[in-house]
């Protein structure tokens, strides 16, 4: 995986980050092992053997097979975890976007924006950067020394990181309840879609754009012409969308209702049977899901496989 995914299935292996970084088989509830307890990590990231993930007190990179520190940078500082391609690229809360060596953690160069900023999207074909955060801008960032290419005027600050769709396209996420699509050859034509409620997050599968949004609803856009389709209210408020397979969606509002929906058939919505307090679903194959329980004594983490039940 290029980008952070909370969790990240890598074969039969499952790397979640919560309060800490855990290590798991997909076919047993306890960890392999646990790092970082108790610091505030977040979405994971792999390069080699290495697991990349960043924190409130810096960026880690830890031993795939150990969990052991193999280097640590920024400690006094938020670092978001990286996106990856020959170098792994940073945002951080004081407004630095990071260039790092993956293999040893050596700083290639760092370039500073106004307000926090979040790690960004990869255009290797222009060699640019996409990123936005706090202040109203995105910014195509120069892959090589961290250079203003160009930017772009935003009504609103950035949701969370831009997200990559199909085709290259670098989706951002804005508080007005717009998202705006950016084509991967670093032009600056933009497509707008428009929305009365600040969407979560964003997916592209075959012809179709699905958002989630903050009063809990899901709605659909033509992929070519960016025409809103439909709109489906869901949950009460804060649906979201989780790890899934190609043709699906995982969502959920607040780690409460969880549901999986199939994209060649989004009249049938299968919901999924969860118990107790839970976090941080993924689809494995088919139906089945897997999320996370935390446990206090010791603190940590087990996992739960569980069904979605499509009528």
């Known amino acids: 995986a290029d980008y952070p995914q909370n969790p990240l299935l890598i074969n039969d292996s499952v790397y979640v980050s919560q309060q800490g970084v855990?290590?798991?088989?997909?076919?047993?509830?306890?960890?392999?092992?646990?790092?970082?307890?108790?610091?505030?990590t977040f979405a994971p990231v792999i390069f080699e053997n290495r697991l990349l993930v960043g924190s409130s007190?810096?960026?880690?990179?830890?031993?795939?097979?150990?969990?052991?520190?193999?280097?640590?940078?920024?400690?006094?500082?938020?670092?978001?975890?990286?996106?990856?391609?020959?170098?792994?690229?940073a945002g951080s809360l004081h407004g630095e976007l990071y260039?790092?060596?993956?293999?040893?953690?050596?700083?290639?160069?760092?370039?500073?924006?106004?307000?926090?900023?979040?790690?960004?999207?990869?255009?290797?074909?222009?060699?640019?950067?996409?990123?936005?955060?706090?202040?109203?801008?995105?910014?195509?960032i120069n892959i090589e020394d961290g250079a203003l290419h160009h930017q772009l005027a935003t009504t609103q600050e950035a949701v969370f990181s831009p997200v990559e769709l199909d085709a290259g396209e670098v989706a951002f996420?804005?508080?007005?309840?717009?998202?705006?699509?950016?084509?991967?050859?670093?032009?600056?034509?933009?497509?707008?879609?428009?929305?009365?409620?600040?969407?979560?997050?964003?997916?592209?599968?075959?012809?179709?754009?699905?958002?989630?949004?903050?009063?809990?609803?899901?709605?659909?856009?033509?992929?070519?012409?960016?025409?809103?389709?439909?709109?489906?209210?869901l949950t009460p408020r804060d649906l979201v969308m989780h790890p899934a397979n190609p043709g699906y969606l995982l969502l959920s509002d607040n780690d409460q209702t969880l549901l999986l929906l199939d994209l060649g058939q989004t009249d049938t919505l299968c919901p999924v049977r969860v118990d107790g307090?839970?976090?941080?679903?993924?689809?494995?194959?088919?139906?089945?899901?897997?999320?996370?329980?935390k446990t206090m004594q010791p603190p940590g983490m087990t996992l739960v496989q569980t069904e979605a039940n499509c009528k």
């Not at 088989?25 to 307890?37: A, I, K, T, V």
Request: no cysteine.
């Open 173 to 233: 996420n804005l508080f007005d309840g717009s998202t705006w699509l950016i084509g991967s050859t670093g032009t600056v034509d933009v497509e707008k879609l428009n929305g009365d409620s600040p969407p979560n997050s964003v997916h592209a599968y075959r012809g179709t754009i699905y958002r989630s949004h903050r009063d809990g609803s899901l709605s659909a856009f033509g992929r070519r012409d960016g025409k809103p389709g439909w709109r489906r209210s």
């Open 277 to 293: 307090q839970w976090v941080l679903p993924l689809q494995l194959e088919d139906r089945t899901i897997l999320y996370f329980q």
């Open 22 to 40: 855990y290590k798991f088989d997909r076919n047993q509830s306890e960890p392999l092992w646990s790092s970082l307890s108790g610091i505030q």
């Open 99 to 140: 260039a790092i060596d993956p293999r040893d953690g050596v700083i290639d160069w760092r370039r500073q924006f106004d307000g926090w900023i979040y790690s960004p999207v990869i255009s290797e074909g222009p060699g640019l950067l996409w990123s936005g955060g706090q202040a109203h801008r995105i910014y195509a």
């Open 57 to 89: 007190g810096g960026l880690y990179a830890l031993d795939l097979e150990s969990g052991a520190i193999v280097w640590h940078i920024e400690r006094k500082r938020t670092l978001f975890t990286p996106s990856i391609s020959a170098q792994a690229y």
